[in-house]
């Protein structure tokens, strides 16, 4: 690209955070967007509420990571803010996208979109699975309505494990405690990604001709069985306190049944194609370096 100018809408997150310091250290000019008024000797901020029009003057390119976080009990009115923040956000933005000079979009979806498919492998030719989850990922992919001379693609994101972040530092507590241990039987497979593939793999794809589905995860699947001993042996802590699968539904509903216990045997087949090497391809290797220090 020639406008090496990229907006990030969550620049405020802990993920968008760390990806405008990674874009920054790359040679790109980054303006983040935000509801309320910022400072930032690198990034430059622009306000907006995630309704009605952006403003886009410049930007090149613009990556979408908006969206209220999913891991925790899907009530009505979660689920209005759940939709809210993914599909009509995302449908405001495209239409300021549509009239404007950006040339690329990453847009923001999970691999919640292709539902529980015990082990089949899921490639990004994978069609869409079924329930709440999948279908809200295809609705908000289907709200990108952007020009064809727009390249766009759609982060399906996993688990993305780092330190700060929500996912690990729950599980850190857990473990640290020796009480952590496999949900439900442990047998249904677990898509997950270090911080630093997710953010380089973000911006590998911003940067090579890639378009469509990207699997933002690790190249190894793993068990959720497989997953917990791989976490106590690096903590060096037992694990032997399983949750079991109706206490997780009865304490988090839909999200246990859809996202903890559902398996979703993910391969990032776009990004090993084009060429993006892992840091950390394997969960042990991931450990070890969240454990460290």
């Known amino acids: 690209m020639k406008n090496k100018s990229v907006g990030v809408v969550g620049a405020s997150g802990w993920i968008g955070g760390r990806l405008c310091g990674a874009l920054l250290e790359k040679g790109w000019k980054v303006t983040g967007f935000s509801r309320s008024d910022r400072e930032d000797d690198e990034v430059a901020w622009r306000r907006w509420s995630g309704e009605g029009e952006i403003d886009l003057e410049g930007l090149g390119a613009v990556i979408n990571l908006a969206g209220e976080a999913i891991d925790q009990r899907w009530t009505e009115k979660r689920k209005v803010d759940f939709r809210k923040s993914r599909v009509n956000l995302t449908k405001e933005l495209s239409r300021s996208i549509s009239n404007s000079g950006v040339e690329v979009l990453l847009n923001a979806s999970a691999i919640g979109i292709y539902g529980d498919r015990g082990d089949e492998s899921l490639t990004e030719t994978a069609l869409p699975g079924e329930g709440y989850l999948a279908g809200l990922c295809r609705d908000w992919e289907g709200a990108v309505e952007v020009p064809h001379r727009v390249r766009t693609v759609f982060l399906r994101t996993g688990v993305v494990l780092g330190k700060g972040g929500r996912a690990w530092d729950k599980m850190n507590g857990i473990f640290k405690w020796g009480i952590g241990g496999k949900l439900g039987d442990g047998k249904q497979w677990m898509p997950w990604i270090h911080l630093k593939d997710e953010i380089d793999g973000m911006i590998f794809a911003l940067e090579k001709k890639i378009s469509g589905p990207v699997n933002l ?28 699968a109706f206490a997780l539904k009865l304490l988090l509903g839909d999200f246990a049944k859809e996202g903890l216990l559902a398996s979703t045997k993910v391969v990032p087949q776009v990004l090993l194609d084009a060429g993006y090497k892992f840091h950390y391809p394997t969960i042990d290797e991931a450990m070890a370096e969240l454990v460290r220090d």
């Open 217 to 244: 995860v690790a190249p190894e699947s793993v068990r959720n069985a497989d997953f917990t001993r791989a976490v106590g042996k690096a903590m060096r802590r037992p694990t032997p306190f399983p949750a079991p």
